[in-house]
């Protein structure tokens, strides 16, 4: 199975700033089929990216999704308060379909 | 507005079994796959199993085969997981996820999740 790691697992910033979120996979995810989840504590999660780039419904224009083959990262352009969460990244191009552990953004 | 509403959960003793349900509304729920995804306390998310939107097909994470069945009901909106020999390690909040489409393995909507514990 594809094992994806994700760095840093801790990131400290203040809001408005740039916020820089790696996912790597242990081998290339095809058709770039990754997508990115937010999970606030005591919440599900919930869909931010899919198709490596693609903002799900709903998503403000801050969060945008790179990357192919097996480096993608997650971007929030400036960071609001209710985006300090746990981001994670899932790839389901191959089965089993799996995620990353995660990479908590909290507030400095 | 879709809602996912799972239950079930509890208190098992380790080799015990327990049946979640999650029932679906907001949505055609028989046009699309659903899938279980589960967290351990304090850990990351782990893919359980999956099931087409014709209940045809399913497929089911290593950790679990053999011992967990996915099904569902169309006449009642209802997604189900029977998990049997349960272990400790099957503690964890278990989420029930509608598939973006028919088996495409990304989750665009969660329920709120059913907390199932194994322990003596």
């Known amino acids: 199975e594809i094992v994806l790691t994700q760095s840093p697992g801790t990131l400290s910033l203040s809001p408005g700033e740039r916020a820089t979120l790696s996912c790597r996979a242990s081998q290339s995810v095809s058709s770039s089929y990754l997508a990115w989840y937010q999970q606030k504590p005591g919440q599900a999660p919930w869909l931010l990216i899919y198709?490596?780039?693609s903002r799900a419904t709903g998503i403000p224009d801050r969060f945008s999704g790179s990357g192919s083959g097996t480096d993608f990262t997650l971007t929030i352009s400036r960071l609001e308060p209710e985006d300090f969460a746990v981001y994670y990244c899932?790839?389901?191009?191959?089965?089993?379909?799996?995620f990353g552990q995660g990479t908590k953004v909290e507030i400095k | 507005e879709v809602q996912l509403l799972e239950s079930g959960g509890g208190l098992v003793q380790p080799g015990g079994s327990l049946r979640l349900s999650c029932v679906a509304s907001g949505f055609t729920f028989s046009s699309y796959a659903m899938s279980w995804v589960r967290q351990a306390p304090g850990k990351g998310l782990e893919w359980v199993s999956i099931?087409?939107?014709?209940?045809?097909?399913?497929d089911y994470a290593d950790s679990v085969k053999g011992r967990f069945t996915i099904s569902r009901d169309k006449s009642k909106n209802t997604l189900y997981l029977q998990m049997s020999s349960l272990r400790a390690e099957d503690t964890a909040v278990y989420y029930c996820a509608k598939d973006a489409g028919n088996w495409k393995r990304y989750f665009d909507y969660w329920g709120q999740g059913t907390l199932v514990i194994v322990s003596s």
């Open positions: 099931i087409s939107a014709a209940g045809s097909n399913t």
């Open positions: 899932q790839q389901y191009g191959s089965s089993p379909t799996t």
């Open positions: 198709g490596a780039s």
